[in-house]
């Protein structure tokens, strides 16, 4: 099953995109990231950025990844998340930061879409770049739910499909196929989740 990669995936300003409402706050880092750049805070050091995949990352979007789901992460409330629970339909995988503002303003639209086509699609946050008080914090704060929520505080989901900077989105298909990646508008996803479950 192939799927066109959507136009809203796409970095504004020449391929660098300003993270805007995601500078520090006394617990963040202290600039905002972009795709091209890590930060000090980002998982690590030799993570890739969107469009470069690390050596454990899907190779790029567009590309089938057998090893996709292969990690195994504990959650925020304290069970282990197999990556393997999410083979044979599609997922979205929304990698935030607690101190993220933009991560807090589509808390409310990321929950819709997972109550939206909870059973269809799998809907997985991420969480990133701080510790698992702070995360617990931003759950409660968004509050999100009827989700799973990885404390990936080691940054193994991250670098596994080569993310450096929040707030971004990955769309994989059934098989594990990378088909969309990037700061995206929340409202987009539906569009492209109903092409993957129409194909």
């Known amino acids: 099953m192939r799927v066109r990669r959507r136009t809203l995936f796409t970095l504004i300003a020449g391929g660098t995109l300003a993270l805007a409402g995601c500078g520090a706050d006394p617990g963040g880092p202290s600039s905002a990231a972009t795709d091209d750049t890590t930060t000090d805070d980002a998982p690590a050091a030799d993570a890739a950025t969107d469009d470069t995949a690390t050596?454990?990352?899907?190779?790029?979007?567009?590309?089938?990844?057998?090893?996709?789901?292969?990690?195994?992460?504990?959650?925020?409330?304290?069970?282990?998340?197999d990556g393997r629970s999410l083979e044979g339909k599609p997922a979205v995988l929304w990698f935030w930061a607690p101190w993220c503002p933009t991560c807090l303003g589509q808390a409310e639209r990321v929950n819709s879409l997972a109550a939206d086509y909870a059973g269809k699609v799998s809907v997985v946050g991420v969480a990133g770049l701080d510790g698992a008080p702070a995360m617990e914090d931003f759950v409660r704060m968004a509050k999100l739910s009827g989700f799973p929520q990885l404390a990936d505080e080691d940054g193994v989901v991250w670098k596994r499909f080569g993310i450096t900077a929040q707030s971004t989105f990955v769309v994989l298909d059934a098989e594990g196929t990378v088909v969309a990646r990037g700061h995206v508008d929340v409202d987009e996803l539906p569009a492209t989740v109903d092409e993957l479950l129409a194909g």
């Open 55 to 81: 050596d454990d990352a899907p190779a790029a979007d567009g590309t089938a990844a057998s090893d996709s789901y292969d990690f195994t992460v504990e959650t925020l409330d304290g069970t282990t998340f």
